[in-house]
């Protein structure tokens, strides 16, 4: 058993769910207890989507247990086939069906209907969402998809744009991008699945002359069987950033045999990054966690194109730990991988980085800790589905980073003022950034000063300030402040020091001073 | 002392007191009982909910509490994986390590659930015994309970009736030959709460208690001397677990609406022998200011036609509100469940011939709710924005749980849920 206050992903069914809910002309009948209707909500409340997800559930209960939960599920079936009248479905079980065995696969199978129908095995007890969205996805490109007709493909080069899905972190976005991007480069678009595409599109993936993965976690399975089955090569590189997206650019042009045409200045990123204003982002300590796909683009962007520290980086994506792992040796530090939003959490109280690019779980921690951040993956909320056109791909993806990146933090100019006239009356508690939330009055600074641990602090020392130290501490900006307590009390508790006074401080920021 | 007798016009007729009830089975669109956690456990400050169960409830959890809303929150879940499965007694040793493991890092806990799962039931796992075994361990510092919140037993609400029946037991006894006293039953905000206390006190009954209450420690005493007054029209389980302790169910309409407080208060003042004056005199201004808040809502909902999907249980006395406070013509009301007996006072208080449907089948019903194009759709928040999206107006029923909306001072409140989705759709034009 695993004690989880707040989960990363959801049940493998969700991830079917989320191909099911891309797709148009597909139904899914899902095996599952009342109850588990509730994941309707995450595509009707949380994307907004005006429909109902296309997925018919048996809700059996407990009074159905010992009779014919069977039969319910074929009833099901037949039903949603008689009103949606589906180009295929996909059957399978929730977490508590697969305890009861059905076979939902064997049962559909007996009711003979004229539509393809697949089966799904998604292990509820050892697997999760992306995992069951990268299942579903393939076993769907497995069953549907048909060879090129004509041995030779004609005119411009086709790809497929495989991996967007429903509730996807800004996946409608990033395909306009890549979408835009190819088409500039001479590169037609065959098929965008799962999202937008019906069964019939899958079947005609086979006609494009390469696939772009975009989103690993889920297209990666489909992508391997394509290019086993029809020989179609993949490109890898996810374009997330202006570096990526150059590297992107030359492996589509590697393979589709054109020229990689396209200038950079397409992209802000590079010249907001160099203006002087930027000056003060250099070195700033920042802590990635997210699917590996986003957290893999955040470490890159994050160092080469922000000039940031990566102090820590990880993910919940277990299936590319390696990946991370690598990643995280070349900035030399050791990455998480976790699916544990305690040990997250704890990470970050020790690293106190001052920036977080994380999902909304690390915002959560963010928000209890003090320190500014952004989201950059999922797990997702309502606010991650913004009405204007914000993709996290390509160039204006990277324009995109730079603003949500940096807006959480002061503004260069901001930051120096602050420093530079922090004995100023204005300077004051009161008055301050244009970020309310940097504001800390005492008590949030206390709280700061004192993270709220996983447990209590091994060692409780006895550490007071004497007047004058602490009318020193005062006079530090209310936005290091709390790191300054907080470094000097460790400081002297390390040195079995019970008083701080003056001297300690400045020992304590000299020792700690980067 | 001449005690209150019924000041209020009784209704005309039986209303719907006999009236058939048209049950529907088929795909429902209803949370299960753990969702009842995410107002449990802010209503019970030093109690933790640790449900034992699959990712998927992890994720529900996460999901209805709109993801992420509060620091800290006093529920998780102990996610049972493949190992779980092979053997049960290593899943008693990992329940063991997992409830250690929350007791550590929160050391505020006083009262622990072990909430059974649709999972945990399949493969009866048996949380009563496990909840015995850790109560042991940890007590007194820490009680754990058990019951279930699991979607193949429980919807929604029935959530709250299952988490306070497990605290029947744990309610002291009155002291024998005590004077009688009065139990207020179900989860009621704390402002609510108050205003209740203060009304009851103003009117002479000194000794109320309110399950649950915020601490386990001040759970309320309950023994034959007990008149328990329901909050909350779900509370089956609790009811009973109450009656078997010898305390006795009075029966009123829920304190929903101008009427429904003025009616749920005065059977209440009734039993306490409370005199008729000084009821009126108690509860007079909060009734006129109620009337008064309600007007204006009236004058944007009389006459428009309301639909009620089932979720909370809570729809037949929001209809009977709608209906006679407020001029609403009933379409159909829905609910997960009905209770007969409970619900008899409000029942009597429905319009003849209002179509009550319990259960579900919801393609059908939505085809229905077309079909009556309704000017205002109550339901779940899986249903509202493809609703919406078809053109009608919608109210998210799962406000009626987290907003206060009893007693004299929510009236308005209330009226409010209902008339801002109209407001809206007049006011934009886009």
């Given at each position: 058993m695993q004690l989880t206050l707040w989960t990363y992903e959801g049940p493998p069914h969700v991830g079917a769910m989320r191909i099911a809910t891309a797709m148009e002309g597909l139904h899914y009948v899902l095996h599952a207890p009342q109850g588990d209707t509730y994941a309707d909500l995450l595509f009707t409340?949380?994307?907004?989507?005006d429909r109902r997800p296309p997925v018919t559930y048996t809700t059996f209960q407990a009074r159905d247990l010992g009779g014919d939960t069977a039969g319910l599920f074929q009833e099901a079936c037949r039903s949603a086939y008689e009103r949606f009248k589906p180009e295929a479905m996909i059957v399978g079980a929730s977490c508590t069906a697969e305890l009861i065995q059905d076979d939902p696969g064997g049962l559909a199978a007996r009711l003979g209907l004229p539509i393809p129908v697949i089966p799904l095995e998604l292990p509820a007890y050892q697997k999760k969402e992306n995992w069951g969205a990268g299942e579903t996805f393939y076993r769907l490109v497995r069953a549907l998809a048909r060879p090129r007709e004509t041995a030779t493909s004609i005119g411009r080069p086709r790809c497929n744009l495989l991996g967007p899905t429903a509730l996807g972190f800004r996946h409608r976005d990033d395909v306009m991008e890549v979408t835009r991007i190819l088409a500039a480069l001479g590169v037609d678009v065959n098929v965008v699945a799962p999202l937008g595409a019906r069964p019939s599109d899958i079947a005609r993936l086979g006609d494009a002359d390469f696939n772009v993965v975009l989103y690993p976690e889920v297209a990666e399975p489909a992508a391997r069987y394509l290019e086993k089955t029809f020989g179609q090569p993949a490109v890898r590189t996810v374009p997330i950033g202006v570096g990526a997206t150059r590297d992107f650019i030359a492996e589509v042009a590697r393979i589709a045999g054109v020229s990689p045409v396209l200038a950079d200045a397409a992209s802000r990123l590079p010249w907001y990054s160099r203006s002087v204003d930027s000056t003060y982002l250099t070195g700033k300590r920042v802590y990635v966690f997210g699917d590996a796909t986003h957290a893999l683009a955040a470490a890159r962007v994050a160092t080469s194109e922000l000039a940031f520290d990566l102090v820590g980086l990880g993910t919940y994506s277990r299936e590319f730990g390696r990946e991370i792992r690598a990643e995280a040796a070349r900035h030399g530090i050791e990455a998480l991988v976790t699916d544990d939003y305690l040990d997250v959490e704890a990470e970050i109280s020790a690293l106190r980085p001052e920036l977080i690019l994380g999902t909304q779980m690390e915002r959560h921690i963010a928000k209890r800790l003090g320190i500014p951040c952004a989201v950059i993956s999922a797990p997702i909320h309502v606010q991650d589905f913004p009405a204007r056109h914000s993709p996290q791909m390509g160039f204006e993806g990277a324009n995109v980073l730079f603003d949500t990146w940096v807006h959480p933090l002061m503004m260069g100019l901001e930051e120096h003022l602050l420093h530079m006239f922090r004995g100023d009356f204005e300077f004051n508690d009161r008055t301050g950034s244009h970020l309310g939330k940097t504001h800390m009055p005492a008590a949030a600074e206390a709280a700061v000063a004192e993270p709220v641990l996983a447990s209590p602090p091994s060692q409780p020392g006895p550490t007071a300030w004497d007047a004058v130290a602490e009318q020193e501490l005062r006079k530090i900006p209310f936005f290091v402040r709390g790191k300054a307590r907080r470094n000097t009390e460790r400081f002297a508790l390390e040195r079995g020091i019970t008083t701080i006074t003056l001297d300690t401080l400045y020992d304590a920021k000299a020792h700690f001073g980067r | 002392m001449t005690p209150a007798t019924d000041t209020l016009a009784r209704?005309?007729?039986?209303?719907?007191?006999d009236a058939p009830i048209i049950q529907e089975r088929g795909q429902r669109e209803v949370f299960c009982g753990l969702t009842s956690i995410v107002w449990l456990h802010r209503k019970m400050q030093d109690a933790f909910f640790l449900v034992v169960g699959s990712r998927t409830c992890a994720h529900l959890l996460q999901s209805a509490a709109?993801?992420?809303?509060?620091?800290?929150?006093?529920f998780a879940t102990a996610i049972m994986e493949e190992r779980d499965l092979a053997g049960l007694a290593d899943a008693n040793e990992e329940l063991d390590r997992v409830v250690a493991r929350l007791l550590e890092r929160r050391p505020d806990i006083r009262a622990l659930f072990l909430v059974g799962s649709c999972p945990s039931e399949v493969i009866k796992l048996d949380l009563k015994r496990a909840a015995g075994r850790l109560d042991r361990a940890f007590a007194p510092r820490v009680r754990v309970f058990n019951y279930s919140g699991s979607g193949i037993e429980t919807t929604f609400t029935e959530g709250e009736d299952a988490a306070l029946a497990a605290l029947v037991p744990q309610m002291p006894d009155e002291a024998p030959g005590a004077a009688p006293s009065l139990l207020v039953a179900g989860t009621l905000p704390d402002v609510v709460e108050d205003q209740f206390r203060r009304l009851f006190a103003d009117m002479g009954i000194a000794r109320v208690g309110f399950l649950p209450a915020p601490r386990l420690a001040d759970l309320p005493s309950v023994g034959p001397s007990t008149r328990v007054l329901l909050a909350?029209?779900?509370l089956r389980d609790t009811a009973r677990a109450l009656e078997e302790r010898g305390a006795s169910l009075l029966s009123a309409p829920l304190p929903v609406g101008a009427e429904g407080t003025t009616r749920w208060l005065q059977t209440a003042a009734t039993a306490f022998l409370v005199p008729r004056e000084l009821f009126q005199n108690v509860t007079a201004a909060g009734a006129a200011r109620a009337e008064r808040a309600l007007l204006r809502h009236r004058t944007a909902l009389a006459g428009r036609r309301v639909f009620l999907f089932p979720d909370s249980q809570m729809e037949v006395p929001i209809a009977r509100f709608l209906h006679r406070e407020l001029g609403m013509e009933l379409v159909e009301v829905g609910t997960p469940y009905l209770h007969r007996t409970h619900l008899a006072a409000e029942l009597a208080l429905l319009p003849e011939g209002t179509r009550i449907v319990e259960g579900q089948d919801v393609d059908r019903q939505l085809d229905r709710c077309r079909q009556a194009a309704p000017d205002l759709v109550v339901c779940g928040l899986g249903l509202a924005n493809p609703l919406e999206a078809e053109g009608m107006t919608t109210k998210w029923s799962i406000e009626l749980m987290f907003t206060p909306i009893q007693g004299y001072e929510q009236a308005g409140d209330l009226a409010e849920l209902f008339t801002r989705p109209l407001a809206r759709r007049q006011r934009l034009a886009v």
């Open positions: 409340m949380i994307e907004r989507r | 209704a005309g007729s039986a209303g719907c007191t709109g993801v992420m809303i509060f620091a800290e929150p006093r909350q029209p779900f």
